[in-house]
Structures are given as structure tokens and as C-alpha cells.
């Protein structure tokens, strides 16, 4: 018998979130089921016990010998605990040590806000065991039993995330299975940001045989403006705190806790302490030019302290200038009536670098909102600074952290060990000493001009729900979105905010915020194209198809999950471009038999459609319109039925 591998969608197929893919290997003396991932579905679709996916599971869980976790996003792990609890799950769990503190941190805070009192995050712990996949690094395999072994790629999309190639022995020759996981926005060419290593191809050669690969499409349908990316980011950050701490407003930033929490913050730092002398000197001319334009000519000595809305900082200005008259004029009283443009033209921008001095870009006020987003902190700054000694057995590399991180922070030329002290410095002062927010009530006291990184992402629970409470009704917030929102949710709402007619805006409630859309007087901005943590649809099909290094000339079958259908239909579309490359836009709970390209419904969920009675089930046509109802419906809902349907 030779050895066949199936696979079966279990989510992430109608929606973007919730993904779970089940394995099924067989060879002459065994047959082993895994699954690749055990996600929740987030704002898309609630989850049920009559969920026919959710019903599968429950039944196999202990015929499950491990699962493969990609990353630790909670739509990738967030149906573990009751995997575990309430189905019986009691095997083996493959990820990276990074994926593995993640996903207790991402847990943990899942039960807090599910309000679990039944078991604790030991309890389910304790029933599984987990195996390291470090050592899985690209190019060497682990053997999972005969004919069957997986190795790892970087996938870039969150610390610790992975890329699993599953190969298996079919009639003498190995085949492979990529599944991508979430692939990240860093590659070889475009940053996005300067926090996580690029993102590796597949390992394509002329030797390959049929490739299969499973495959997220969540941009599938998008491509980004890649050149000077990172740079743009931050020159559109710097405009919006300008801009907040001129008009007193302060900055909301609902953010995932896991790796977007963590951009944001380097971004802020890389600010704050590498871009500030410049912005100062590039502010500064600007600044000056403005005010000597014809238009500013009638600015009085008088208005130049009033720029200021600080008092201490108006009485300063007022000295100074004071003090620079005296220095032009003696002992002539000074005449505040007088209009600058009148001055001396070198006094004239002495007096306004006197104004910059005082309204500059100040340090910035971060504060961090989410005790989550405090652990996982903890974690990146553990692991960022991890290293591994080069094939020439003398110089350092970093397992994570992005060679961008060294260029920005202009840490390339310095040695090893100089370069790990000034990283660790720079890390520890991003990541370790946040200022924390301890509760809701001091959210209320927060100072103008300050800037919040709140959890989650989109908008709709944990500790961002506190702040939004307080602040979206204000005009004088800003809340800056940072990353994909999912239908239905408040991100989705407030991003789509334009869109909405005001009879649409009174009637969306605003999800555990006791809010309606209407209420919200804040303003949006939405800087998703800078900070998404997804490959665009060039990346995507570059994947498939290789890069400069590896191209792929095998005959290929892509399978499109984790995308909405117009992602999944465009990428579906370019990838059919090549000749070699077929697409499958799956469906839950059919095998995909990958050793013959046949498909199957799965046999449980087959019988257990069939044992449904035809009877259960009554055709009314009325017209040209035939509707199903339930068969048990008294005779007079039949009838309102009809007349509902006839009156449209």
C-alpha cells in the first residue's frame, strides 16, 4: 500500500478567522490524523455546538495525535481550551518556544474575558504535551512515522511564527504540503516595519515533485505601495501626533496585543529618540519659512507668546523675546504691538526659533493599556534578543530581529558584542519600561496630548472597551486603527464610519460599549496600509511562484483559505496565470485527497446528513418564489408565510 495524504478544511474557508486544518496520513501499517492550526472565529460567524466543524472535532479529538500550530493569533489557537476541556484532546502540540509562551499569554487572556470558572490554563496544559520546533529549521526534517516528516520555514508574521512542509513517500517519489500560515509584510525587498526578519520562500528546486500548498489570502486581492514604506509610515505618524498635540487631542491606539502592539511601539521610540533631531531641523525651516511668508505679516510680538495655550510656556516665550529686544534695541521699552515682519530680518527668526523652542515636538506621553500587551512585552523582549552563531563559527546572528532594526537604529558597524549591549538598551527601553495604565479609572485622568496603545485591535473587547467608553464621543480624540477589521466588529464600524447613511449610524450598536455609531464624534484615521502584518498579493504569489533564488517550475495545487471571496477570487486568478499552478477554493469538511486529486465529502458528516428526514423539511411555492420551511409549522404560519411573500 502506498502512503496517502488527505486534508480537510475545519475553518477559515467562509470566513478569514478560525482556521483549522485537519491531516490525515496513511501508509501500509498506520493511519495518523493531525490538525495544522485550532483557531476561533473573531467577529465573523459565532460558533455553535451545531457547528458541523465544531461537531467533527469533538468526535475525533482523540483520534488527533498532534496539532501544528502556525502562530499564536488567537483565530489560529483560540479553540484549544475546549478542544482540550470539553473534547478530550489530549496529544501533542508542535510550535516554536516563542509560539508556545504566546499562546499561554493569549490564552489566559481569553478565559479572563470568557469568564471560564470550570479550569484554569494548567488544567489544559496538563493534558498536553508540546515539542519544540526550533529545531526544525529550514532544510532539516523530523520524522512524524514512517514516510511522513515536516520541517519549519520563518513565516515573519508575528514572533515565533512558522511555515509548516509536510513530506510524505508516494510510490517511491516525496510530495509536499506547504501550509503558509500567516505569511508577514517583510521580504527580501519591502519593510514594512523594522521589528521581525523577512519572511523565507519555499525551498523550490528542479527536483521538486507535486507541490501542494495551503495557503492564506487575507490581501489576496490587494497590493500595496511598497517603495520607501517604513519611511512613509513614520512621516504619516509624525503628522498625526503634530497635528493632536497643536489641537490638544489626545491619541487612541487600538492595537493587537501581538506584534502590532509591539511595531507600534518601535515606531513611537524610533520617533521620539532617532528622528527627533531631525524632524526638529526640518520643523524648524519649515516653521521659520512659514512665518516670513507675506501672509504672516501681520503677527504682532504680542501673538507670538500667545501660540502657546501653556501658560508656563507663554511667560517663558515672553522673557525671551523680552530679553532678545534688549539685545537689538537697548534700552528702548519693548512694543509688543509691533509687527514682526517690521523687525530686523535676523531678529525676525531669532524671535520665531524662540516660539519652536517652546511649541516643538516634545517627548512623547505613551501610555500602554492592556495587561496582555504587558506579557507579551516581556516575551518579545526575551526573545528578540536570541542569537545564533553563523556557519563560520565567529559572528552572531539574530533569530528574529530584522536587519533593518540595525540600519535605523545605526547599530551595523559596531561589533558583536558592542551591537548586543546597544540592542538590549534599545529593546529594553521599548519593551520593559512601558508606562502602564493599571485600571479603567485612571483612563479618565489621562492628560492631553498623550498617546494610548490599547488592546485589542478591533475594538471590540478587552481593555480598549474602557477607553473607548471615554473617548469616542469626544472631538477631542484621535483614534488611529492599526489593522484588518472583521465584519460586524467596532473597528469595522468605525473604520466604515463614512459609508453608513445617519439612519444606518442610530441604528448600529456599538458591541459592549452601550454606544450607538451616531454617538461617535472622535476622528478616524486609518493607517491599516501602513501597518498590515500580511503579505499583499505580489508577496502571495511570489511565494507560489519563487523568487530569484527559487522558482517553482512543478506542477502545483494551490488551496485558498483565511480570505474573503473577492481576496480568494482575485488571487485565484493571478495564480492561474502560470500554467503549472491550479487553484481549489475549499470547502469545510471534504478530503482532499492530494496522492489522486479525488474529493470526499467526510463519511460521518455524509451519514449524518442523510439521516435528516425529507419529511422535516415543506416546499411552498408561491409565484415563481418557492421557500423551505420547517415541516412542523402550524397551518397558520404557512398562510402568513404566503402572505408576506405576496405583499413583496
Not at 163 to 169: D, H, P, R
Not at 255 to 269: M, P, S, T, V, W
Request: include cysteine; aromatic fraction near 10%; charge should be negative.
Amino acid at each position: 500500500m502506498d502512503s496517502t495524504l488527505k486534508i480537510m478544511f475545519l475553518g477559515a474557508t467562509e470566513t478569514v478567522t478560525g482556521s483549522c486544518t485537519a491531516i490525515q496520513f496513511s501508509n501500509e501499517n498506520e493511519t495518523h490524523y493531525y490538525l495544522v492550526d485550532i483557531g476561533e472565529y473573531q467577529g465573523e460567524q459565532k460558533n455553535t455546538e451545531n457547528d458541523p466543524s465544531r461537531t467533527w472535532l469533538a468526535k475525533n479529538a482523540k483520534r488527533i495525535k498532534g496539532i501544528f500550530i502556525t502562530h499564536a493569533h488567537y483565530d489560529h489557537v483560540g479553540y484549544l481550551p475546549e478542544f482540550v476541556m470539553k473534547d478530550g484532546f489530549n496529544g501533542t502540540v508542535y510550535c516554536t518556544e516563542a509560539t508556545q509562551e504566546l499562546m499561554k499569554a493569549i490564552l489566559a487572556d481569553s478565559l479572563k474575558i470568557k469568564k471560564i470558572k470550570t479550569y484554569t490554563l494548567d488544567d489544559i496544559f496538563n493534558k498536553i504535551k508540546f515539542w519544540n520546533t526550533d529545531s526544525f529549521i529550514r532544510g532539516k526534517s523530523f520524522s512524524l512515522c514512517n514516510d511522513l516528516k515536516v520541517t519549519t520555514l520563518n513565516s515573519a508574521h508575528v514572533l515565533g511564527s512558522a511555515t509548516f512542509v509536510f513530506n510524505w513517500k508516494n510510490k517511491e517519489k516525496w510530495e509536499s504540503i506547504f501550509f503558509s500560515g500567516d505569511i508577514g509584510s517583510n521580504n527580501e525587498q519591502v519593510y514594512s516595519n523594522i521589528l521581525l526578519k523577512e519572511y523565507d520562500y519555499p525551498f523550490y528546486t528542479s527536483e521538486s515533485g507535486i507541490i501542494n500548498i495551503v495557503l492564506e489570502s487575507t490581501y489576496g486581492n490587494r497590493t500595496r505601495n511598497k517603495e520607501n514604506l517604513f519611511e512613509r509610515k513614520i512621516e504619516k505618524l509624525i503628522e498625526i501626533i503634530q497635528n493632536a498635540r497643536e489641537n490638544e487631542k489626545t491619541i487612541i491606539v487600538p492595537a493587537f496585543a501581538l506584534n502590532r502592539a509591539q511595531e507600534i511601539l518601535f515606531d513611537l521610540f524610533y520617533i521620539q529618540d532617532v528622528t527627533k533631531n531631525i524632524q526638529d531641523i526640518k520643523n524648524l525651516e519649515r516653521f521659520i519659512a512659514s512665518k516670513m511668508c507675506p501672509d504672516s505679516n501681520t503677527s504682532t510680538l504680542e501673538s507670538t507668546y500667545a501660540l502657546s495655550k501653556e501658560p508656563q510656556k507663554r511667560e517663558k516665550i515672553k522673557q525671551a523675546v523680552e530679553k532678545l529686544w534688549e539685545n537689538y534695541f537697548n534700552e528702548r521699552e519693548i512694543d509688543w504691538n509691533m509687527q514682526v515682519c517690521y523687525l530686523p530680518e535676523n531678529m525676525q527668526i531669532e524671535v520665531w526659533k524662540i516660539v519652536y523652542k517652546y511649541i516643538r515636538f516634545e517627548k512623547l506621553n505613551i501610555k500602554v493599556h492592556s495587561s496582555l500587551m504587558e506579557k507579551i512585552n516581556k516575551i518579545y523582549e526575551e526573545h528578540l534578543l536570541k542569537t545564533v552563531v553563523k556557519k563560520d563559527g565567529i559572528t552572531l546572528s539574530y533569530k528574529y530581529l530584522s536587519k533593518k532594526f540595525f540600519e535605523k537604529f545605526e547599530l551595523s558597524n559596531l561589533s558583536d558584542a558592542e551591537k548586543l549591549q546597544k540592542t538590549k538598551e534599545i529593546i529594553t527601553k521599548i519593551l520593559g519600561n512601558s508606562n502602564q495604565l493599571q485600571n479603567g479609572k485612571e483612563s479618565k485622568n489621562i492628560s492631553k496630548k498623550s498617546i494610548i496603545v490599547s488592546s485589542s485591535g478591533m475594538c471590540d473587547e478587552g481593555k480598549i472597551i474602557e477607553v473607548l467608553k471615554e473617548f469616542l464621543p469626544s472631538e477631542n480624540t484621535v483614534i488611529v486603527l492599526t489593522g484588518y477589521q472583521a465584519k460586524n466588529t467596532n473597528g469595522y464600524h468605525l473604520k466604515n464610519m463614512q459609508n453608513y447613511s445617519d439612519a444606518e449610524k442610530l441604528s448600529i450598536e456599538l458591541n459592549n460599549l452601550d454606544l450607538r455609531l451616531f454617538e461617535v464624534k472622535c476622528e478616524i484615521i486609518d493607517l491599516s496600509e501602513f501597518y498590515s502584518g500580511h503579505a499583499d498579493q505580489d508577496m502571495l504569489f511570489e511565494f507560489v511562484t519563487g523568487n530569484g533564488e527559487y522558482v517553482n517550475n512543478s506542477q502545483t495545487k494551490v488551496f485558498l483559505h483565511h480570505g474573503q471571496d473577492e481576496a480568494k477570487n482575485a488571487l485565484k486568478g493571478r495564480l492561474e496565470e502560470k500554467e503549472n499552478i491550479k487553484v481549489e477554493i475549499p470547502k469545510n469538511l471534504i478530503w482532499y485527497n492530494l496522492n489522486t486529486g479525488e474529493q470526499n465529502p467526510d463519511k460521518e458528516y455524509e451519514i449524518e446528513q442523510k439521516d435528516v428526514p425529507e419529511y422535516d423539511i415543506k416546499k411552498l411555492s408561491i409565484g415563481e418564489v418557492t421557500v423551505l420551511v420547517p415541516a412542523h409549522y402550524h397551518q397558520e404560519n404557512f398562510q402568513k408565510i404566503k402572505d408576506f411573500i405576496a405583499a413583496l
